[in-house]
């Protein structure tokens, strides 16, 4: 039996205390709607990579799009106030430079999920980019690597085995394995299917940062 096997007959709970939940962010609340705000720049981005617009299109576009990250801009903040890439338990973790992945399962060895990579991420021939790819994988990874109350820690190295085309616009499924641990030496891997076609793997060295070590 392999591992994704295990998992589809092992369900597993809900159990990350990692897991921060999207209503409150640093003991606030989260802005309402803000995920929602997130979706809709991904439906941009998506809209953006797949349109030819005419002239008449781009002069407003960009206007409009200037005019948004003006009304950003006067709310930026400082990094440990960041909501984007904070928030646990929201698609992607509202970070719009990676996938819309979302955990459906995890617990302090284990994560499985769903992930959608949209137009945006686009290589050629209705493919994902080969960038994009590793991207999900550090994310993932890099998120079971703080489970089970481990400390923080870095991606060393992260090899991606690239086995068959991963489709755009297609629910795919992602699993995350802890495998062993060796002093500060965390290895993970990882697995990517489109149904029962494994379309890439990982394995990866997340190095656990010593006391004080930013
Ligand atoms: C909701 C919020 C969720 C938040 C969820 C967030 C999820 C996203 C997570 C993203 C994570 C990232 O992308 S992190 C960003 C990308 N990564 C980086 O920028 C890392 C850059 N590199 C480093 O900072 C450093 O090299 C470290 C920290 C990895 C290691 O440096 P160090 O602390 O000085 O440790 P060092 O002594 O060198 O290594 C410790 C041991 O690891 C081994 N080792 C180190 N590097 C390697 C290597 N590449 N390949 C093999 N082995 C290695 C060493 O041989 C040694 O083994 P031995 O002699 O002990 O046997």
């Known amino acids: 039996m392999d591992d994704e096997a295990i998992v589809l007959a092992a369900p597993l709970v809900r159990t990350d205390p ?45 206007k409009t799009v200037a005019e948004l990250s003006a009304a950003l801009a006067a709310y930026e903040v400082d990094e440990p106030d960041q909501l984007s890439g904070r928030l646990g338990s929201a698609a992607g973790r509202a970070q719009v430079a990676g996938p819309a992945l979302h955990v459906d399962e995890v617990d302090d060895e284990r994560m499985t999920g769903r992930v959608r990579f949209g137009r945006h991420f686009l290589g050629s021939n209705g493919v994902v980019h080969g960038g994009a790819i590793p991207y999900l994988f550090d994310d993932l990874l890099g998120r079971l690597a703080l489970g089970g109350g481990r400390p923080r820690s ?10 068959s085309v991963a489709p755009i616009d ?43 070590q930013t």
């Open 18 to 62: 990692h897991r921060p939940d999207t209503e409150t962010w640093l003991g606030r609340p989260v802005p309402e709607g803000y995920t929602d705000m997130i979706d809709q720049v991904r439906e941009l981005l998506d809209r953006l990579a797949g349109a030819a617009p005419s002239a008449e299109v781009v002069r407003s576009t960009t």
């Open 154 to 163: 870095r991606t060393a190295y992260l090899h991606v085995d690239y086995r």
């Open 170 to 212: 297609t629910e795919l499924r992602v699993a995350a394995f802890f495998d062993r641990e060796e002093g500060r030496k965390h290895f993970l891997r990882g697995t990517l299917h489109d149904g029962d076609r494994l379309c890439a793997e990982a394995t990866a060295l997340f190095v656990a940062l010593n006391p004080g």
